[in-house]
């Protein structure tokens, strides 16, 4: 059974690089078929999606978040992580990593629990 | 950038009552569209996908209709477990946008 765990600080202050890493295992990123990605969700609000990434490295960004955001894949530890600079109060969210099929099955059907990220001094 | 929007944002509703949600997009999705579940503290969970495919292991009171700019989700016969906030998402983009979310409470 495919699961995914996030890892990462949880209280990050501003200005700084948040760094968050996705663990799956239970089924491996290398096998292809599906993007794995992030997305957050502030306190009491919706979800937006960050960004996502093929095995082979395509990656996709919000173009919103793009100039702040970097994420890339460590097939052999089977990992994905994301990065996120420059920091603001903006940024507290709960960040989850997401598994999310290609082509018209297409819904993200995996997702780990979510870690909240706190921005503050 | 598709705009996705949800209608209502609130429903009210009693148990066994049939509930639609309507999720309208700014452009054209195809039927790349899918509806989530989720509850207070827990990660959204996937209910229908390709606009009206269920999920496995998903209640067959949970259906989902449209093609193009305009979905619903229907849950016929509420049961007390699906108290929740719903959201909708276009998976037409390279990353997908969610609507801003439905709560379904008790009336």
């Known amino acids: 059974h495919l699961q995914l765990q996030e890892s990462g600080p949880g209280l990050v202050k501003p200005s700084e690089t948040l760094s968050l890493t996705c663990t799956v295992s239970g089924g491996s990123i290398s096998s292809g078929g599906y993007y794995w990605g992030w997305i957050r969700q502030p306190p009491g609000k919706g979800l937006d999606c960050i960004a996502s990434?093929?095995?082979?490295?395509?990656?996709y960004y919000n173009p919103s978040l793009r100039s702040r955001v970097t994420i890339s894949v460590d097939t052999s530890k089977n990992q994905f992580s994301l990065k996120l600079t420059s920091l603001t109060a903006a940024d507290t969210a709960v960040y989850y990593c997401?598994?999310?099929?290609?082509?018209?099955?297409?819904?993200?059907?995996?997702w780990g629990q979510g870690t909240l990220v706190t921005v503050s001094s | 950038d598709i705009q996705m929007t949800q209608s209502p944002s609130t429903l009210s509703a009693s148990v066994g009552d049939r509930v639609t949600i309507t999720c309208r997009a700014s452009q054209s999705v195809r039927s790349w569209l899918a509806w989530y579940q989720q509850k207070p503290g827990k990660a959204p969970k996937l209910l229908i996908y390709k606009a009206s495919s269920l999920e496995t292991g998903v209640p067959s009171r949970f259906s989902g209709r449209g093609s193009g700019t305009e979905f619903t989700l229907t849950i016929s016969g509420l049961q007390p477990d699906d108290f929740a906030t719903y959201y909708c998402q276009e998976y037409n983009s390279d990353l997908g946008t969610f609507g801003q979310g439905t709560k379904v409470e008790i009336k």
């Open positions: 990434i093929y095995y082979t490295g395509s990656t």
């Open positions: 997401t598994r999310r099929g290609l082509g018209l099955k297409g819904g993200i059907d995996f």
